[in-house]
């Protein structure tokens, strides 16, 4: 796979995702979490929409750079940092299951972070 089609494929799911989140982060919530107490309160949604943020930042990041940045070993670099970024962030999202703050980890999250970061690693590396 090409480069800058993987950091635009990755850009444009990050994008997506982390606007749904600013967008409407009580859905959000409840969409991860249920109808439990809490869910609609400001304090979450203030924290959803900041994650939400960073995953506009990672897919903004990556679009920029499929455009601009033509250097092979430059977009790269860029796919590994953002598939080591994208592990951070499920590792966070994993984490809150093994310490026993959720029951489970969302579907979202287990399926698309896994995903996005095969795309990555697998176009900077073939």
């Known amino acids: 796979m090409e480069h800058t089609l993987a950091m635009q494929l990755v850009g444009g799911v990050a994008l997506l995702i982390g606007l749904r989140m600013n967008l409407d982060p009580v859905a959000f919530n409840k969409n991860i979490f249920g109808d439990v107490e809490g869910v609609d309160s400001g304090q979450m949604s203030a924290t959803r929409m900041a994650i939400g ?62 995903t996005m970061i095969a795309v990555c690693l697998f176009a900077a590396l073939m």
Do not use: H, W
């Not at 990041?61 to 598939?83: F, H, K, P, Q």
């Not at 080591?84 to 590792?91: K, P, V, W």
């Open 53 to 114: 943020g960073g995953v506009i930042a990672l897919g903004l990041l990556n679009l920029y750079c499929s455009i601009n940045v033509e250097d092979a070993a430059a977009t790269e670099a860029i796919l590994i940092g953002t598939a080591i970024g994208l592990s951070a962030f499920f590792a966070t999202v994993a984490g809150a299951k093994v310490r026993g703050y959720t029951d489970e980890i969302p579907t979202l999250p287990m399926v698309v972070l896994p």
